[in-house]
């Protein structure tokens, strides 16, 4: 089991993952290259079922049993954990300074298609809308358990982005703590909102639709802008228009329009950066603190074509060197 | 110029580096390929001083005129600078939740040795020593002028640390500003002592010479070790036993010895991790916050084996995958 530590030094949680860990030697060679992915071995290709822990959520044909092929989309727990759901939030306290915690949560792999080679950007568009069903539907359940109090959505695309299976996959892992960051979020949101009784990202998002600079693209319910203080170059955001703190509050028509803004964004990132490495990230407020006037959830997809180094590491503060408005004319055109 | 930007959002500054920048369309093809790096056109090699900036500070050989060979260790401005020392500190609201500001401060590249090829733990002890003893002059220099509020003295060593010319050579990087993140430990640092009457760090360090577990190993004046929740795998601080806030307060003795440990270490990491590539950075108080009771100076390495991916980005929560005393038993048995 995996473990989870808290430093009184600089008040953040850790996840030490040993369920993963391979022996301290191990890292000599682990200069980053990903293993071999042939599609024999891929665990996530259909045919190879077996090879994953039971699924916990699938779209699968009429007919078709649970763990066989028939599946779209398949739901299955991590085989290599972050965190499990053996054991309790009960903090245990190492000297005055430390604490540990059972690495306790959950950790699934949403499969996004049964096709090794397929990516949200060449899915017709009906089975990326599947996938984001998906997202919406582990984003719920997860978040309704009361024994975890965050829910984070990511996508690693490409070895640069740290994942060693390029079969189309997502993640999901459900903590029993709130991170520092969110936290700090929320509380930078919530005086915004005491001081001027507003949601500070509606407010922003009215001053970049008013300006347009840092404008990429527009739909019915979402936008998606350039940061105008980004950390990365091309760190690009979805904002739906109305205002929402928790991303499980999506209805199912207005998360099918967002899948259909989200390929569309990818297409252009792809066109314009040459098919890079990226990240993607939900970012909702806690699984438990629903419907919060002064927060506004939101994604962000990162690509990976700049690296933090020694500065970023020791400072917190990004050198970025693309200039967000320039970014954004240069996605409107691509 | 390049320009700092600030979002009300979380309330950090960012580099907007528009003198490093490439247009967007160079993005395409820069996916991370180091360029050619030969010696014939490495511009920190001996006879090649034109082809940087003059020198700002320089060790070198008695009767050897300054821009030309026969230095030791050698300081230019960066020749790509993330700030310079145009501009100043006023900040120009762009609406009621952006500001910006010039990209004001210093960036100096610290050429460690006039051989392409030797490194930390290749060179002789006196020019390591030497390296460090310019390391204090060039932070001293730094922390002196009051236009600059924070000093960040950092190393990327090799491509998967961020650099793209391997002759050696270390960065510093003076700001018009106290990042977030630094502001954070200091607070947390602050409200310790408060409550305890202590450095929280001194405390720490107690604890771990006490237990010796994430020992890696010590000096009469440094210890050196594994973080107990620490973020990356072989994530390694190097702390003065005696308290001091502020790197620049080092004698040039204690900062002998300190080059000693630092070589020792980087040895340790060299051989334990098949040589990785890695980034230093030196922790400091805020350059006119000197001699306080409550902060305490440390030095990161970062060995980067490890990789940053959408959980992290997007939570701030990081996983690491070696327990952190059994990272500290291998690099003592290194």
Not at 27 to 41: C, I, L, M, T
Not at 59 to 72: F, I, M, Q, V, Y
Not at 246 to 266: D, S, Y
């Amino acid at each position: 089991m995996s473990e989870l530590r808290y430093s009184s030094l600089n008040k953040e949680w850790v996840i030490i993952a040993t369920d993963r860990a391979k022996r301290p030697e191990d890292f000599k060679y682990g200069k980053g290259v990903p293993p071999a992915d042939s599609r024999e071995k891929c665990p996530f290709c259909p045919g190879h079922e077996s090879k994953t822990p039971p699924e916990v959520f699938c779209l699968r044909e009429k007919g078709t049993a649970p763990n066989t092929s028939g599946w779209r989309v398949r739901v299955i727990p991590n085989q290599f954990p972050a965190l499990t759901p053996e054991g309790n939030h009960k903090r245990h306290p190492i000297n005055d300074i430390y604490m540990s915690m059972d690495g306790f949560g959950a950790h699934e792999v949403i499969v996004e298609n049964p096709d090794h080679d397929q990516n949200l950007t060449t899915m017709d568009i009906r089975q990326v809308e599947e996938v984001f069903s998906v997202y919406r539907e582990r984003y719920i359940a997860l978040s309704a358990d009361r024994r975890y109090e965050s829910v984070i959505l990511f996508k690693n695309n490409g070895p640069g982005a740290g994942t060693s299976l390029s079969h189309p996959h997502s993640q999901i892992i459900a903590m029993p703590v709130t991170p520092l960051m969110l936290r700090h979020r929320l509380d930078v949101a919530r005086e915004y909102f005491d001081n001027y009784g507003d949601c500070i990202y509606c407010h922003m998002l009215e001053k970049e639709r008013e300006t347009k600079d840092r404008l990429v693209l527009e739909s019915d319910n979402f936008v998606v802008i350039e940061l105008f203080a980004s950390f990365f170059a091309f760190e690009t955001a979805v904002y739906p228009k109305w205002h929402a703190s928790n991303f499980g509050a999506i209805t199912p028509e207005q998360c099918r329009e967002l899948a259909g803004v989200m390929q569309k964004l990818l297409i252009k990132l792809k066109r314009a950066l040459d098919n890079p490495d990226y990240n993607i990230m939900v970012a909702s407020a806690p699984a438990h603190e629903q419907d919060l006037e002064y927060y506004h959830w939101f994604i962000k997809i990162v690509p990976r074509i700049s690296k933090a180094a020694g500065f970023e590491l020791g400072s917190g503060v990004f050198i970025n060197t693309v200039v967000p408005e320039a970014a954004a004319k240069y996605l409107r055109d691509a």
